[in-house]
């Protein structure tokens, strides 16, 4: 075999190109379908927010590489840094060429239950959620013994795993396990873009299929479940997952109500900019202007008002097709969450800067003001995972082992539990008078 074709060759080639940031040379491995889809600017920009979590590179692992089919292999190289770790995926052709680049947190997880799960209360099962083309696996976490309990369905951000699993970190499963250990029933599982990588970066993809599809069978399997009572099954959704939930529920009436836990409002590319901006500030030492050049370019023809279907997608913010951005312009989350006819849960975190208490969260306070059975919570010690700390928030926090707060976990199960005083059936029925 041709060292230069060999896929362990080229995955360990294409991690010292982004190491010592060759990118447009990296780009010129790209296969054409790649090549349509991520530019070099994307991946700059993509690397240089991992990196500003995790810190230099210390050393790489052994890469691995597994057969797809006759024409491409699978290659991952763990890489360590000062502040945890990534994973680099490629998928590579027998010429040598990349038809996927993706980066992900490292698998290497030692994650520990948090004191507040109790595992002798519940039993966990895989699932499939069966969607078609879009079907992806999950885990059901069900309460052991009790009638007509309540249940929900968590919903991730980007393209997680059903655990959001961030080094030693998983707050989804966190969530599921508190949650579960109070008697509450939770269906998490992989987004549709973890699992159907090239996806997200094809023409047509929007929100849509990113969410929807995968959601509502959730909701729909667990509220088959024996002892699950199917009135009470409700979304609960992190970040880009909670503006989504708001999507989810509006099209599923069966579903009893939203969680929005750090839910963005503010337009999203807008967003990425404050992003970028804040970890050039609290990131690594490296100089970082470039990437946050080619981000502002990228951003503005993003938010480019003569934006069409044809923009290719390797010109656009994280090399999301224009269906995408066209699609997310006319989803207002604030205004479709106001329409909806039943209770709404809003938690924030204060140490938030990637959807943050001044900018976001006052969009939602201010569209909801006058939406009854609204209720809305601050955590001021808490980052955007909902992990309580104190100072400016890092984007290298993620790389330490850490459990979502026990108060938001009680926060969401109070208000989930009608036996509750926090229940939204309670206060509903308060201010009825009953």
């Not at 204060?350 to 900018?359: H, K, L, P, S």
Request: hydrophobic share 45%; proline share 8%.
């Amino acid at each position: 075999m041709d060292m230069r074709t060999d896929p362990a060759t080229v995955a360990t080639t294409v991690v010292t190109m982004l190491r010592e940031g060759r990118f447009d040379d990296l780009e010129e491995l790209f296969a054409p379908a790649l090549a349509a889809a991520v530019s070099a600017d994307t991946v700059r920009t993509g690397w240089a927010a991992e990196t500003a979590k995790t810190g230099a590179i210390r050393t790489l692992g052994e890469v691995t590489t597994t057969p797809v089919d006759d024409q491409l292999t699978r290659a991952v190289v763990p890489v360590h840094c000062e502040n945890g770790g990534l994973e680099v995926r490629l998928g590579i052709d027998a010429a040598g060429r990349l038809h996927g680049l993706r980066l992900a947190p490292l698998t290497e997880s030692h994650w520990m239950p948090p004191r507040y799960a109790t595992p002798r209360r519940f039993t966990e099962q895989e699932i499939t959620l069966e969607c078609g083309p879009l079907t992806v696996p999950g885990t059901l976490t069900m309460p052991r013994g009790g009638r007509r309990r309540p249940g929900v369905v968590l919903i991730a951000s980007g393209a997680n795993d059903r655990d959001v699993t961030w080094g030693p970190n998983k707050p989804f499963k966190d969530l599921a396990w508190g949650l579960a250990s109070r008697g509450i029933a939770v269906v998490r599982f992989d987004k549709v873009t973890h699992v159907h990588t090239r996806m997200q970066h094809e023409p047509g993809f929007t929100m849509i299929q990113e969410y929807l599809p995968n959601a509502i069978a959730a909701v729909r399997l667990l509220q088959q479940q024996p002892g699950v009572d199917p009135a009470r099954v409700f979304v609960a959704g992190h970040s880009g997952g909670g503006k989504a939930a708001v999507r989810v529920a509006a099209a599923e009436s069966s579903i009893a109500g939203v969680v929005m836990l750090a839910a963005d409002a503010v337009p999203l590319p807008r967003a990425a900019a404050r992003i970028f901006d804040y970890v050039a500030g609290h990131g690594p030492a490296a100089d970082m202007s470039a990437t946050l050049v080619g981000t502002a370019e990228t951003i503005a023809r993003t938010e480019d008002p003569d934006l069409s279907l044809e923009t290719p997608s390797a010109e656009l913010l994280f090399g999301w097709p224009a269906s995408y951005w066209l699609d997310l312009r006319e989803f207002d989350q604030v205004a479709t969450a106001a329409d909806l006819d039943r209770p709404i849960l809003v938690l924030q975190g204060g140490r938030d800067y990637q959807v943050t208490e001044a900018d976001d969260l006052a969009r939602w306070q201010a569209g909801l003001d006058a939406k009854p059975d609204v209720f809305i919570q601050v955590f001021p010690a808490d980052d955007h995972m909902f992990f309580p700390g104190s100072g400016p928030s890092r984007p290298a926090d993620l790389q330490a082992p850490q459990h979502v707060d026990p108060a938001v976990v009680a926060a969401i199960a109070d208000w989930l539990v009608p036996e509750s005083s926090q229940g939204p059936l309670s206060r509903l029925l308060g201010r009825l008078g009953m």
